[in-house]
């Protein structure tokens, strides 16, 4: 079946350490997308790519980094610049939009927390 | 930017009643999401629309462009419809700016 992995589900960081967040889609999309959730608060975009090697940030992008080697992989690097890491994180994925509405296939996330 | 307001922010309700949720956006918009967030925490997309009703088993999702509002529906709802319901809407471009979400519990 098609469908976005991510994975770990729960990680661990320590003070001062990067860590990276994977996903990967089978779904042959173009776009993909990092979100951050907080409780209480509706989820953020991070950073979204369109198409292989381009990607652009979203609106909290301060303190992470992606990459976009291949189609299906949008691996998001949690550097030890983002001082409040601890949160919900979701990448999804879509049919390239090209000023159209597509709708988003979203994985089942990884939550990260600070040890 | 567009602001998306959801209510009730928490629903409970007995199994069999019918539900509904609101959202309200501030910004024209050329398409509106529903999307269900499972307890463990993935997201499925329910619907996406950008006129009119469309029904999906006991879903029915509804929206009012004029009036900047759309209103998911759930008819015999079941403790298994248990879940945060997220609105979100969309630009015409690949952003979305979602609502906080409204939590819904169906007791057996």
């Known amino acids: 079946d098609g469908g976005i992995t991510q994975s770990p589900k729960y990680l661990f960081r320590k003070e001062g350490q990067n860590v990276t967040l994977s996903c990967e889609q089978n779904l042959n999309h173009d776009a993909m997308y990092w979100y951050r959730q907080d409780p209480g608060q509706g989820l953020r975009l991070i950073y979204y790519s369109q198409i292989v090697n381009d990607f652009q940030k979203g609106d909290i992008a301060e303190g992470y980094s992606v990459s976009r080697e291949k189609k299906e992989s949008f691996p998001l690097t949690v550097t030890s610049a983002q001082k409040n890491p601890t949160a919900f994180y979701l990448c999804?994925?879509?049919?390239?939009?090209?000023?159209?509405?597509?709708?988003?296939?979203f994985g089942d996330g990884t939550r990260l927390s600070i040890l | 930017k567009n602001e998306v307001e959801q209510s009730p922010q928490n629903l409970t309700a007995q199994e069999g009643e019918f539900i509904t949720i609101n959202c309200s956006y501030s910004v024209g918009i050329s398409a509106l999401h529903w999307l269900q967030q499972h307890p463990g925490g993935g997201i499925v997309s329910l619907f996406m629309?950008?006129?009119g009703k469309k029904k999906h088993g006991r879903l029915i999702a509804t929206i009012n462009i004029q009036e900047k509002h759309s209103s998911l529906h759930i008819t015999a709802s079941h403790p298994r419809d248990s879940a945060v319901y997220i609105c979100?809407?969309?630009?015409?471009?690949?952003?979305?700016?979602f609502g906080k979400g409204t939590k819904l519990t169906v007791n057996p």
């Open positions: 629309l950008s006129s």
């Open positions: 999804a994925s879509s049919v390239r939009t090209g000023g159209s509405n597509q709708p988003q296939h």
């Open positions: 979100a809407v969309s630009g015409g471009s690949e952003k979305l700016v």
